[in-house]
């Protein structure tokens, strides 16, 4: 019975892993006809000054409003010589007729040579690992349902 209970779980487990992702991914999908037919970008930028690109086209200088006609999903790049360009993707939501963006730009480590090295005696701390990635949950379910098997197997 406990067996059996055991493996129901972790069924289900892996269901929802696998699953989950399908089912958000289809939610965010909206009918274009439900959206506005335009919409604008308030974009700015720390430090100002930069140049804007949508898609690759150079449509400006942050801070600006740019009139957004199609709504689909776009890439959006940041430019401004001695920073470190900024990449993004945005999309209008249902009903938004305006999204406000706040990007700020960083210098190149390279540029701050002071931050390469630590001085002698002092702590450098190392580089957290991305945790929030889905494959890094898999194996985490997949591991927890096989422990959960293995000990209602040892008990049976």
């Known amino acids: 019975m406990k067996k059996q209970f055991a493996v129901a779980i972790a069924a289900i487990l892996l269901l929802f892993v696998l699953l989950v992702p399908h089912v958000m991914s289809d939610l965010e999908d909206e009918p274009a006809e439900m959206r506005p037919s335009m919409a604008y970008l308030i974009i700015d930028s720390d430090p100002q000054g930069a140049d804007i690109l949508i898609d690759g086209e150079h449509v400006g200088k942050t801070p600006n409003t ?3 006609v199609d709504l689909e ?3 959006l790049r940041l430019e401004l010589e001695g920073y470190i360009d900024e990449k993004r993707t945005f999309q209008f939501e249902l009903g938004e007729e305006e999204k406000e963006m706040l990007i700020n730009l960083c210098v190149p480590v390279e540029a701050v040579p ?3 090295k630590p001085k002698p005696g002092e702590y450098a701390p ?8 889905p494959g890094f949950l898999a194996i985490t379910f997949i591991s927890a349902i096989l422990c959960v098997y293995l000990i209602s197997k040892k008990k049976a």
Do not use: C, G, M
């Not at 190392?126 to 990635?133: F, L």
């Open 66 to 68: 740019i009139p957004i």
């Open 73 to 75: 999903r776009h890439s």
């Open 114 to 116: 002071h931050l390469l």
């Open 126 to 133: 190392a580089v957290p690992h991305n945790v929030s990635e």
